[in-house]
């Protein structure tokens, strides 16, 4: 079964402090996202990438495709920025039939 | 630019009866794709609907169903509810010139069934 792997589940970090959430993958993809969500459901995209790295003022997204590995990293974190963080993937080999599979998210937590 | 936006907002419903959950895309998006939210299981992939087609489909029981209307809209239908079928449903459009295309989400719709 093709799976997306988060680290880690739980995160508190005080203002201020760089944060790193970390996302493996099994096999092939065409494209990952990453996307947050706060108290309540709703649900943002952050970052698309099928390579490289992109940026998004304090937010930084980067991929490692031969690792099957992606990083969201956020500079000078704020306590708005407390929401779940989820990494989502499309898959090569289902042709776009499976959708996207998520990892089961990063729950951060920063503090003033 | 309006949002994606999906109605109703919450709904409780009661073991064996059906349920239909409606979400409007943004203008101009044709594909609009489901997903459940469960504290179990997380974020799953129901299905997505393209021009009024179903292109893909998750691994759900035949209960969930869905359809597409001319205007984009979409709708998902679950028959005979039972208990684990309580989740945050959400809906998302995409504009989907190509392969890869960034999703917005809509608030969802909690579902609750006694």
């Known amino acids: 079964k093709n799976e997306v792997e988060q680290s880690p589940q739980n995160l508190t970090a005080q203002e201020g402090e760089f944060i790193t959430i970390n996302c493996s993958y099994s096999?092939?993809?065409?494209?990952l996202h990453w996307l947050q969500q706060h108290p309540g459901g709703g649900i943002v995209s952050l970052f698309m990438?099928?390579?490289g790295k992109k940026k998004h003022g304090r937010l930084i997204a980067t991929i490692n495709i031969q690792e099957k590995h992606s990083s969201l990293h956020i500079t000078a974190s704020h306590p708005r920025d407390s929401a779940v963080y989820i990494c989502?993937?499309?898959?090569?080999?289902?042709?776009?039939?499976?959708?996207?599979?998520f990892g089961k998210g990063t729950h951060l937590i920063i503090q003033p | 630019k309006a949002g994606v936006t999906q109605t109703p907002r919450y709904l409780i419903k009661t073991r064996g009866q059906q349920v239909t959950l409606s979400c409007s895309p943004i203008?101009?998006?044709?594909?609009v794709s489901w997903y459940q939210q469960t504290p179990g299981q997380g974020l799953q992939f129901l299905f997505e609907?393209?021009?009024?087609?179903?292109?893909n489909k998750g691994n759900f029981p035949g209960r969930f169903s869905g359809r597409q209307f001319s205007n984009s809209r979409s709708e998902m239908n679950v028959s005979t509810l039972e208990l684990g079928d309580s989740a945050l449903y959400l809906c998302?459009?995409?504009?989907?010139?190509?392969?890869?295309?960034?999703?917005?989400f809509g608030p969802g719709t909690r579902l609750t069934v006694l």
């Open positions: 998302a459009s995409s504009l989907n010139l190509d392969r890869i295309n960034e999703q917005f």
């Open positions: 096999v092939g993809i065409s494209a």
């Open positions: 990438l099928s390579s």
């Open positions: 989502a993937v499309e898959w090569v080999s289902g042709g776009g039939a499976d959708g996207l599979t």
């Open positions: 203008s101009g998006h044709r594909s």
């Open positions: 609907y393209f021009s009024e087609t179903q292109r």
